[in-house]
């Protein structure tokens, strides 16, 4: 583990994509599954209504306020099954939003203001107390920072020579990111995946880059995706530590 290597291709605060290089494919899958299943989040876990004359029973109202991504400091400030209050009170005619939750905690908040909850009518009103806790992804799916989080082999592309007149129209499809025969990493959405689009002259050969993948992250919110990726890879760290005291006793 001592020679990967890490390249971003793309990278916002919610959404990455970057290629790790050293890593064998079970090592990869750990991350992926770390940055699912071991990282936590706020998610509302109870709910109290004090007035619900909308047109949803509590219990959808209350499914769809699990839904709504929480801001989630990693720092240390929380442990795991801590938690904040969150209130909500909205009357109608309006249609109550994930911004309209006032939180007991400045740190955790909504990290979507736009969400909407429910339309309320003339004379409708909502008004609900909210208990959000720290929880895991492993244990339940609202947990999961990580919404879209996946990996591909690396896929070198090197030109084997010319097309003949007669050669097949057919796109050759590839997904992911490319590697050219310079080391240009292209993504394969700018050439609409298709390499006949890129090489419309040339006859290619695409193999696997051995110990070389390609992840796509993207996170709910809760935190930005370096977040995400760092405290993953800290859960693998942590776990491979405990596991080797183990070993040792």
Same mark, same amino acid.
């Given at each position: 583990?001592?020679?990967?290597?890490?390249?971003?291709?793309?990278?916002?605060?919610?959404?990455?994509?970057?290629?790790?290089?050293?890593?064998?494919?079970?090592?990869?899958?750990?991350?992926?599954?770390?940055?699912?299943?071991?990282?936590?989040?706020?998610?509302?876990?109870?709910?109290?209504?004090?007035?619900?004359?909308?047109?949803?029973?509590?219990?959808?109202?209350?499914? %769809? =306020?699990? !839904?709504?991504?929480?801001?989630?400091?990693?720092? *240390?400030?929380?442990? $795991?099954?801590?938690?904040?209050?969150? &209130?909500?009170?909205?009357?109608?005619?309006?249609?109550?939003?994930?911004?309209?939750?006032?939180?007991?905690?400045?740190?955790?908040?909504?990290?979507?203001?736009?969400?909407?909850?429910?339309?309320?009518?003339?004379?409708? %009103? =909502?008004? !609900?107390?909210?208990?959000?806790?720290?929880?895991? *992804?492993?244990?339940? $799916?609202?947990?999961?920072?990580?919404? &879209?989080?996946?990996?591909?082999?690396?896929?070198?592309?090197?030109?084997?020579?010319?097309?003949?007149?007669?050669?097949?129209?057919?796109?050759?499809?590839?997904?992911?990111?490319?590697?050219?025969?310079?080391?240009e990493l292209v993504p394969a959405e700018e050439f609409d995946n298709d390499l006949t689009e890129?090489?419309?002259?040339?006859?290619?050969?695409?193999?696997?880059?051995?110990?070389?993948?390609?992840?796509?992250?993207?996170?709910?919110?809760?935190?930005?995706?370096?977040?995400?990726?760092?405290?993953?890879?800290?859960?693998?760290?942590?776990?491979?530590?405990?596991?080797?005291?183990?070993?040792?006793?």
């Amino acid at each position: 583990m001592a020679d990967y290597d890490v390249t971003f291709i793309e990278r916002d605060d919610t959404e990455a994509k970057f290629l790790v290089r050293g890593v064998t494919p079970a090592f990869a899958n750990g991350i992926r599954r770390a940055m699912i299943a071991d990282v936590p989040t706020f998610s509302i876990d109870t709910v109290r209504f004090i007035e619900n004359s909308s047109v949803m029973f509590d219990e959808q109202l209350a499914l %769809r =306020l699990g !839904l709504v991504p929480l801001t989630t400091p990693l720092g *240390g400030e929380f442990d $795991a099954e801590d938690t904040v209050t969150l &209130a909500l009170d909205v009357e109608g005619p309006e249609t109550a939003y994930s911004g309209d939750l006032v939180s007991s905690d400045e740190m955790v908040q909504p990290a979507e203001t736009d969400v909407p909850i429910i339309e309320l009518k003339d004379g409708q %009103r =909502l008004e !609900l107390e909210a208990e959000a806790e720290l929880g895991y *992804g492993k244990d339940h $799916a609202k947990h999961q920072g990580g919404v &879209a989080v996946g990996y591909r082999h690396l896929q070198r592309v090197e030109v084997v020579g010319d097309r003949d007149e007669f050669h097949d129209d057919e796109p050759e499809i590839v997904r992911g990111v490319i590697e050219t025969e310079d080391g240009e990493l292209v993504p394969a959405e700018e050439f609409d995946n298709d390499l006949t689009e890129r090489y419309p002259d040339s006859e290619v050969e695409v193999t696997d880059v051995e110990n070389a993948f390609v992840f796509d992250v993207e996170t709910d919110g809760s935190f930005d995706v370096d977040t995400l990726v760092q405290a993953g890879i800290d859960s693998i760290r942590g776990r491979a530590e405990e596991l080797k005291d183990a070993v040792q006793l």
